[in-house]
């Protein structure tokens, strides 16, 4: 009885077998290293160059404010996407309109930097370019409806990011970059409805570059590049991701810049990453000089005539590019 069965079984295997045989060749799995954990040719973390990234804010400044539907952005747009596709990126220009808080039709740019392309593993960094286009928060009354220069506010987050996207280029890693320029950021109405602040981020959280676009997390720089900044730990930065947080400033404070990564937890702010956490979800920090004690909650010279390559200290730009891109290679090397 008991060899009876066993011989039936036995029979069925063999038979399930032979239909098997009969079938098509099946498309063969996926290799196992696509499945397997992430194991990458270890980088040494670069060098940022903070004269370089000076130099990148300069030139931004050099053009006027960047003011949307001026002549100097549009010249600022189209430097910032020669130079992203000179570091070897492939480089997206998302042409959109916006209508601002004012009625105007704005016309913007977001400038989509991709490294490694291909690469399923991806991080984003992220900075606003254009400048705001009235001085609301000047002392002097006089000066409220000039054009803020934005050489902090603006140009330092894009002069970071472009010393590391050079970086990137001459020290290649696996894994997927993308550096996104937002434009029409700071063309908010004070005091008005959080909408009306970051059009391009809102633009973009609703029609990403790429299909079911998810990368790990992504960083917002803003107001980077002012002497004795402090990057306090933002709200909406630690509910979204507070692991990631707590790492970079761990990292920052551990390269000696402690002075500048500060413990301090701050109040939530509607910046690029407010929109890109709740349309886009994409986990996303903000590095940001909000200092926890100053006159308007941010840097001195925000949103005032003062904002130019003064307001722009090169032991800053190396303190916040140096923790930056430490970050991207260490992300990239499994040991972030
Ligand atoms: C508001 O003032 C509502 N948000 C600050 C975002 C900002 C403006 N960042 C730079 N300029
Ligand atoms: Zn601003």
Request: aromatic share 10%; proline share 5%.
């Amino acid at each position: 009885m008991f060899k009876n069965t066993r011989f039936i079984i036995l029979l069925l295997i063999a038979a399930i077998l032979f239909v098997d045989c009969k079938t098509d060749p099946k498309v063969p799995d996926t290799p196992k290293e696509d499945t397997a954990p992430v194991k990458r040719t270890q980088v040494r973390i670069p060098k940022f160059e903070r004269d370089s990234a000076y130099i990148y804010i300069e030139k931004q400044v050099s053009f006027g404010p960047r003011v949307p539907n001026t002549e100097p952005h549009q010249q600022c747009r189209d430097w910032l996407i020669e130079k992203m596709k000179s570091f070897g990126a492939d480089v997206i220009a998302q042409d959109f309109q916006a209508t601002a808080y004012t009625g105007e039709l704005l016309n913007g740019t977001n400038v989509i930097s991709q490294f490694n392309p291909e690469a399923t593993d991806r991080i984003m960094l992220c900075a606003h370019w254009d400048s705001r286009h009235i001085s609301d928060n000047d002392p002097n009354e006089e000066n409220h409806t000039l054009p803020v220069m934005g050489a902090d506010d603006g140009g330092s987050g894009v002069g970071v990011l472009m010393e590391i996207a050079r970086n990137l280029q001459n020290t290649p890693i696996e894994l997927g970059v993308d550096i996104i320029f937002f434009d029409l950021e700071d063309y908010g109405e004070s005091n008005g409805p959080e909408e009306t602040w970051c059009l391009g981020s809102q633009y973009w959280s609703r029609n990403q570059h790429r299909e079911n676009y998810k990368p790990k997390y992504g960083i917002l720089l803003d107001m980077v590049g002012a002497k004795d900044a402090q990057f306090t730990l933002e709200e909406i930065s630690m509910t979204v991701a507070p692991e990631l947080m707590r790492k970079i400033w761990k990292l920052g404070k551990g390269m000696g810049y402690g002075k500048y990564f500060v413990n301090d937890r701050t109040r939530p702010i509607i910046d690029d990453h407010y929109f890109i956490n709740k349309i886009a979800r994409i986990p996303t920090i903000d590095i940001i000089n909000k200092p926890r004690t100053s006159r308007t909650g941010f840097m001195e010279c925000w949103h005032t005539q003062c904002d130019d390559m003064t307001n722009i200290d090169k032991a800053t730009l190396q303190a916040v590019g140096q923790t930056v891109l430490a970050t991207v290679y260490r992300e990239n090397n499994g040991n972030l």
